[in-house]
């Protein structure tokens, strides 16, 4: 059973702090990975797309890598602001269409 | 604008009652899914499409039905929603190898 962690579950930081969440699955023949954005009482919003064949994507200030042999992904959000507070969500996609998430991380960025 | 929509964003209603959430996306993707999240559970994939009349259970389908008469349509449906069944509900849609987009949720309460 195809099964995706993520660690912390929670993190709280002062603004400007450089950041990383971390995702891991355990069946590495995975067909892409997203990061999602969950603010509260919204959907979900994706961050990056890395396909299976790619180490990392960025957008801004925003930077995911993948490590398909270890299981890993990270999340690296520089310079963190308030407006970033949400929860992070990974997603692993092992066939055309079916997710499995992570229970996310809720990050909390301090004024 | 490119987005999946939802309705209704609330919804309560009574046991035995039967309901429809509609989806919609203009978008002209294949892909459409189901998903239900709920606390310490995360998001469980309920039904997804592959493309119009082509549906398959996900993770969790019991008690739910979907169709796919249109590509931009997905409707789902509770015959008859027991309390279980009260959650947040999410649709999304994607070509496969992109990105997905989801809807804004719609959040059921059976009593």
């Known amino acids: 059973k195809q099964e995706v962690t993520q660690i912390p579950a929670a993190l709280s930081v002062p603004e400007g702090e450089n950041l990383v969440l971390n995702c891991s699955f355990t069946?590495?023949?995975?067909?892409?990975l997203q990061w999602f954005r969950q603010d509260p009482g919204k959907g979900l919003t994706s961050l990056l797309l890395?396909?299976?064949?790619?180490r990392e994507q960025t957008s801004g200030r925003l930077n995911a890598s993948l490590d398909k042999s270890s299981g890993r992904s990270t999340l690296y959000i520089a310079a963190s602001q308030p407006g970033d507070s949400a929860t992070y969500l990974c997603?692993?996609?092992?066939?055309?269409?079916?997710?499995?998430f992570g229970s996310g991380t809720k990050l909390n960025v301090k004024p | 604008e490119a987005q999946v929509t939802q309705n209704p964003r609330y919804l309560i209603t009574v046991t035995g009652k039967k309901l429809t959430v509609t989806c919609s996306q203009n978008?002209?993707?294949?892909?459409m899914s189901w998903y239900r999240q709920d606390p310490g559970l995360g998001l469980r994939q309920i039904y997804y499409?592959?493309?119009?009349?082509?549906?398959d259970k996900g993770d969790v389908p019991e008690g739910y039905k979907v169709s796919r008469k249109e590509k931009r349509n997905f409707p789902l449906i509770l015959e008859s929603p027991s309390p279980n069944q009260t959650s947040l509900y999410f649709c999304?849609?994607?070509?496969?190898?992109?990105?997905?987009?989801f809807g804004q949720g719609t959040r059921l309460t059976v009593v």
């Open positions: 997603a692993v996609k092992y066939n055309f269409n079916k997710f499995y």
């Open positions: 999304a849609s994607s070509t496969g190898s992109t990105r997905a987009f």
């Open positions: 978008m002209n993707h294949e892909y």
């Open positions: 069946d590495s023949a995975i067909y892409n």
């Open positions: 890395i396909q299976s064949s790619q």
């Open positions: 499409s592959m493309n119009v009349e082509v549906t």
